[in-house]
């Protein structure tokens, strides 16, 4: 299995380790009041910042990476880049001056799917008369495989979220003149480690522990486009958080469809928590995260890891997708409403409050206005501090695709209003109880015409503040919240007393 190191984007820059962050607002496909989220709206997340190249090296041809998707697909294309920047590849500014044009794309919901297909029709004549060579990569790249051939000729690469592993051989199959080159093997054992990896986000590192998904919800095409379940040797996992702890990273998101069914391949055997523990003790990491977990393997160990390890994030996002029993039943989620509420109230009983977070489908087939309504009292029960909601999208290749009594589209779209309402209530209610509180935030971004600061708490919470200070970015502050909204806080900079 080959070594991983990471180098941050300063060693990019100036071939130094990582020092002092970019002003760059973090890589992320518009991630939702508290993060976290597995899967972000389908805003594009693009590669690169700007001209990152490694000056002493002489470059070749240049690369633009778009990302739709999660965070997954974020650092898949972070390790994509370092695959290519290892081959000497660079960095373009925008897709029309790269001669490597690459999409990676989540194809969860339908609307991901579609808007690759149309930005690929955007790039058929620079194919054809400036030789520019495109790829789909990523689960859109797995589920439709050859087909992407088929509807777009002008395509020279597509290789499956599942078979990354093969993509140093697909670039070099490429570069000697292969036409259509394809990796879409899903049998793979192993996971995708790379030599290099090109770290997008100076504030925090993402970095997947666990790759693929063992369970089977009726609705989900993960299991299909990445594959069984393979969880990374804790031993490569710590090594990689010792480096990124190295060169300037303090902040540490373990990653993973389902993270905490983590199990650890190596003579070690570490459990989920043992990682857990283990990476927040790395000397220099102040701050770790994870997402997603599975109710089903939520355990009491991460409630009490979080109590008594500062440095673990006290943010748990636990998708539910309904409130409903029998629906849950027929997602084969593997769990009742009680058992799902029997571990909120784990994290309700902990000595640090944990703020929490999920993701709900509304207007799944077979949906009775009283399943609806059991997602709208879980809401009321539950009280997360954000929820990202989503219409049922009927997705090839999964059992709910030929279930019967499908829920109208507008139906669907009028649950989706009414949980959206209520939830931006309780939002509104919980936010408004923090006013006066004072938080620690990683200042990640300015909003220089606004004049203020923003920066996440170790719940998540976006906090916009104002600060006497000249440049605090990267660094960890004291803020007082002097207001709230649905979805952020506004606040001020306080200096310790
Ligand atoms: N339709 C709608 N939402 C879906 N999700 C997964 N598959 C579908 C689908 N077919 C949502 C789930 C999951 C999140 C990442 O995306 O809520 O937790
Ligand atoms: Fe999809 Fe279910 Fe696996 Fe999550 S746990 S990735 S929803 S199959």
Redesign the pocket.
């Known amino acids: 299995m080959g070594k991983t190191f990471d180098i941050g984007i300063d060693a990019l820059r100036t071939g130094s380790s990582h020092s002092a962050p970019l002003s760059s607002s973090p890589a992320q496909g518009g991630e939702g009041l508290l993060g976290g989220r597995?899967f972000s709206s389908d805003m594009p997340t693009s590669f690169p910042l700007g001209a990152l190249a490694p000056e002493a090296a002489t470059p070749r041809k240049s690369f633009f990476i778009e990302t739709f998707g999660c965070q997954m697909n974020v650092h898949d294309s972070e390790k994509v880049a370092g695959v290519l920047l290892g081959r000497g590849y660079r960095p373009a500014e925008n897709p029309a001056q790269a001669d490597l044009l690459l999409y990676n794309t989540c194809s969860?919901r339908e609307k991901a799917a579609q808007k690759v297909f149309s930005r690929l029709g955007d790039h058929k004549l620079s194919a054809r008369n400036d030789g520019k060579v495109i790829g789909v990569l990523g689960c859109v790249a797995q589920q439709e495989g050859e087909e992407i051939f088929e509807r777009a000729p002008w395509v020279s690469l597509v290789c499956g979220s599942a078979s990354y592993r093969k993509l140093p051989d697909l670039v070099e199959q490429l570069e000697t003149g292969g036409r259509r080159v394809m990796g879409l093997d899903l049998d793979t054992d192993e996971t995708f480690e790379t030599e290099i990896t090109r770290r997008d986000n100076p504030f925090r590192a993402y970095l997947t522990i666990i790759e693929g998904?063992?369970?089977?919800?009726a609705?989900?095409?993960?299991?299909h486009t990445?594959g069984p379940e393979r969880s990374r040797a804790s031993d490569s996992v710590l090594d990689e958080v010792r480096r990124l702890a190295d060169s300037g990273y303090t902040e540490i998101q373990l990653l993973g469809?389902?993270v905490n069914s983590y199990s650890d391949p190596s003579p070690r055997g570490m459990n989920f928590v043992e990682l857990l523990r283990a990476v927040a003790a790395v000397p220099g990491i102040r701050r770790v995260r994870f997402t997603?977990s599975?109710p089903?393997d939520f355990h009491r160990e991460i409630v009490a890891a979080i109590d008594e390890v500062p440095a673990l994030c006290d943010h748990i996002h636990l998708?539910v997708?309904s409130g409903s029993t029998r629906i849950l039943k027929s997602?084969?989620?593997t769990y009742t409403r009680d058992d799902y509420l029997e571990k909120i109230s784990w994290m309700r009983a902990a000595r640090r409050p944990i703020s929490i977070t999920s993701?709900i489908i509304v207007g799944f087939p077979g949906e009775t206005d009283s399943d609806f309504e059991d997602t709208v009292t879980l809401l009321d029960q539950v009280q997360y501090d954000g929820v990202f909601s989503f219409k049922y999208s009927p997705r090839p290749n999964t059992p709910a695709m030929s279930m019967a009594d499908a829920v109208p589209e507008e139906e669907k779209g009028r649950r989706l209003a009414i949980l959206q309402d209520r939830q931006r209530q309780i939002q509104i209610e919980r936010n408004e109880k923090l006013v006066g509180e004072t938080f620690e935030v990683l200042v990640d971004g300015r909003h220089a015409s606004r004049g203020q600061w923003s920066g996440r708490t170790t719940s998540n919470r976006i906090l916009n503040f104002t600060s006497s200070r000249e440049n605090i970015l990267g660094e960890y502050v004291q803020v007082r919240v002097t207001r709230a909204g649905p979805n952020s806080l506004v606040g001020e900079h306080v200096e310790p007393s």
């Open positions: 597995s969860i998904c063992d369970y089977s919800c609705y989900c095409v993960v299991p990445r469809q389902t997603t599975h089903n998708p997708q997602m084969r989620r993701d």
